[in-house]
């Protein structure tokens, strides 16, 4: 095969592999937590998981029929296929972002719940995590509006092409300032708890050790996109690895909700006490 096939083509389903992979893992995680931890959460929690796993598997969905269209549909017919916009790359784009925006809104609403002695940092910290969290997804919207919209255009101009590389990297930028943001916030807010025994120390230190590694691990995905995407303008790189940001993100949320026992200091799923709440309930006590 081509070298040029091995870095478009090749990458794109090496990447429907990972994906996919990925994809069976949140199932497993999806269950775990339905089985043991729903029933003790609130509803809003419980859909926040159902519409990662539905948005997620659009997206798995959608990178496998990517790449039977250019194995299959489009091979030897249709070259300049290969060097354009997938029409479904949009859509995934839009699949991808909602994870994104819900896992973001799931931290801010932790966040919130820690937050309940509200001064006015606090406050303003809440407004702009909000912020940031809108402006990146109306970043990814307007990056899918884009790549729809050029589909049909035979001859996009160089300007049109300059704009949606900077939208692009703005975009990217967004997620990775919104998840450093939202875990420092959020790091701020547990250093201000004050414990009352050992164990509730050791709580808070588990969900701040916990809080640092989950936002490493999607910011640094992100980034590495980035450079990418930067750096290898004749690849596929990026694209492939950026498909699989939204099962990343969903699976840091479900390792939250999953570990709530570990993080407390307990060992029995069925009897595994959320640590978020009993940071909360330190915080109101103090």
């Known amino acids: ?33 339905y089985r ?5 959460d609130p509803r809003l929690i419980r859909a926040m998981v159902g519409v990662c796993l539905l948005f ?32 479904l790359v949009s859509l995934i784009i839009a699949s991808t972002a909602i994870p994104t925006l819900v896992v973001h809104l799931f931290l801010i609403r932790r966040f919130c719940q820690l937050g309940r002695t509200c001064n006015n940092i606090l406050k303003s ?11 990146t997804i109306l970043a990814s919207v307007s990056v899918s509006a884009m790549v729809l919209l050029g589909l049909f255009k035979t001859n996009a101009s160089r300007l049109e092409g300059k704009i949606l590389e900077v939208a692009i990297v703005l975009r990217m930028c967004l997620i990775v300032f919104t998840d450093w943001f939202i ?10 708890l004050e414990p009352r025994s050992k164990s509730s120390s050791g709580t808070v230190r588990r969900i701040t050790c916990m809080t640092i590694q989950t936002g490493a691990v999607t910011s640094l995905l992100v980034l590495v996109s980035l450079i990418l995407y930067i750096t290898s303008r004749d690849t596929w790189l990026a694209k492939a690895l950026s498909y699989c940001v939204g099962t990343t993100y969903s699976l840091s949320m479900l390792d939250t909700l999953n570990r709530r026992h570990e993080l407390a200091g307990t060992r029995s799923h069925a009897h595994g006490c959320s640590s978020w709440h ?9």
């Open 36 to 40: 043991h931890y729903s029933r003790s």
């Open 125 to 135: 910290i809440s407004s702009l995590m909000i912020i940031s969290a809108i402006l």
């Open 56 to 87: 997620d598997c659009v997206t798995l969905c959608t990178e496998f029929a990517s790449v039977y269209l250019h194995t299959v549909t489009h091979w030897g017919i249709e070259v300049p296929y290969l060097q354009g916009q997938p029409s």
């Open 183 to 192: 875990a420092l916030s959020l790091i701020y807010k547990l250093r201000q």
């Open 1 to 33: 095969m081509s070298p040029t096939f091995d870095t478009s083509i090749g990458v794109l389903m090496i990447s429907g592999w990972c994906n996919a992979m990925l994809y069976t893992l949140e199932v497993s995680q999806a269950c775990v937590y």
């Open 278 to 286: 009993d940071a909360e309930s330190h915080e109101d006590a103090s």
